[in-house]
């Protein structure tokens, strides 16, 4: 889709290539080529409302970011990681994606 063309070496995209890449020891590009929609916040980017521009939004962000990345490592590469329930909150299967689902926007930073 058109938000994914867009997505596609983001900034918040390469750091999901980071955190992927760490894990796998590659490059931050080759682990964001990985996954094309890897970090993104929901379907369409959080449906067009997440500019980046506000702390709430920024929250969501990172979550999305090691939420992803977690999630992938986990689900393609044998298991490496904690999954999606990166923070072991106990909200359901490491390989679902609806687990590790909180209301991250009490998050100080």
């Known amino acids: 889709t058109e938000d994914k063309k867009k997505w596609r070496g ?3 995209h390469l750091l999901f ?3 992927v890449g760490d894990a796998l020891g ?4 080759f ?3 990985l996954n094309p929609s890897g970090g993104m916040v929901g379907p369409h980017n959080g449906g ?3 500019d980046g521009a506000t702390k709430v939004m920024a929250q969501f962000a990172v979550h999305a970011i090691v939420h992803d990345a977690c999630g992938y490592l986990y689900n393609k590469h044998m298991q490496v990681g904690p999954g999606y329930d990166y923070l ?3 909200t359901g299967s490491r390989g679902n994606p609806l687990s590790g689902q909180k209301l991250y926007a009490q998050w100080p930073l």
């Open 10 to 12: 983001s900034p918040h």
């Open 17 to 19: 290539g980071k955190v």
């Open 26 to 29: 590659l490059h931050p590009v």
């Open 31 to 33: 682990g964001a080529m």
């Open 48 to 50: 067009g409302m997440y």
């Open 88 to 90: 072991d909150e106990n």
